[in-house]
């Protein structure tokens, strides 16, 4: 073969090659989208980050998070590892040891830009009675720690932070709305939470005795935040 001849053989290849690379069709699971990148935090068993990734056919754009140690996830829940590892095979990054409290300063986290960034019904653990003052309180720090961190991580345009979280007495004192504001946050958006929109998604109670059973959702929601724009500061 002459060295023209090897020369266009190579660029025809690299023609073909070019179209099978077309792009993948966006896929779209509830208010989430294969294209965007998408943070999770405080997963339970990580099933709500898999049946994402089901959805999308990839994990490629799902970094997922726990605050719990990779020993912790198999003693936890029946089907953590088994999550993680289907997780990963679709090409998704999954981290220990991210406390949403002060997850910007994480060595990875702080390298990266978010479009969606969430956390499904925080909750510290059950240390005090659920309508305590003192349990209320560590809640309320929780949540005021992850707003502002995932600020942090958030991609400027279009953006927007999730809060998924119980309605109703003591939920409403956590002042989540209040708190979000006075992080420069405005509430976008607020849709019902339906379990069914996530097939495969198992809710955990996390703590105790029965981290892998699920906790009662009754009414909820999906809190939607955006960063406040300067000219709405005013
Ligand atoms: C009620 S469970 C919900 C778990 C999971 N998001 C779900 O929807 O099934 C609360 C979660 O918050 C996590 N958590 C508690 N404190 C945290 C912190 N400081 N940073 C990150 N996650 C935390 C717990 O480990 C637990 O997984």
């Excluded at 069709?25 to 068993?45: A, F, M, N, Q």
């Excluded at 088994?82 to 998704?92: A, D, P, Q, S």
């Excluded at 504001?181 to 939470?193: S, Y």
Aim: glycine share 8%.
């Amino acid at each position: 073969m002459g060295k023209q001849e090897e020369y266009e053989e190579t660029e025809s290849e690299e023609e073909s090659s070019d179209e099978e690379e077309e792009e993948e069709p966006e896929k779209w699971r509830r208010h989430y989208s294969s294209k965007h990148r998408i943070l999770l935090v405080g997963e339970g068993d990580f099933s709500f980050s898999l049946s994402l990734a089901r959805a999308f056919g990839s994990a490629r754009n799902l970094v997922s998070t726990t605050v719990d140690t990779q020993d912790n996830i198999a003693k936890r829940y029946s089907n953590g590892v088994g999550n993680v590892r289907e997780l990963e095979e679709k090409g998704g990054l999954v981290f220990y040891g991210v406390d949403a409290k002060e997850m910007s300063k994480h060595f990875f986290l702080r390298t990266q830009r978010f479009d969606r960034i969430v956390y499904n019904f925080p909750h510290v653990g059950f240390l005090y009675r659920e309508d305590s003052y003192c349990q209320i309180q560590l809640n309320k720090r929780l949540i005021k720690g992850y707003l502002s961190n995932a600020k942090v991580l958030l991609r400027e345009e279009k953006g927007e932070i999730h809060v998924a979280h119980k309605e109703g007495d003591p939920y409403d004192k956590w002042d989540l709305v209040k708190k979000a504001e006075k992080i420069g946050l405005v509430l976008h958006e607020m849709v019902p939470f339906s379990r069914e929109d996530y097939p495969g998604y198992d809710n955990k109670r996390a703590h105790g005795d029965c981290s892998d059973a699920p906790f009662r959702l009754g009414d909820c929601s999906t809190y939607k935040f955006k960063p406040k724009r300067s000219s709405n500061l005013a």
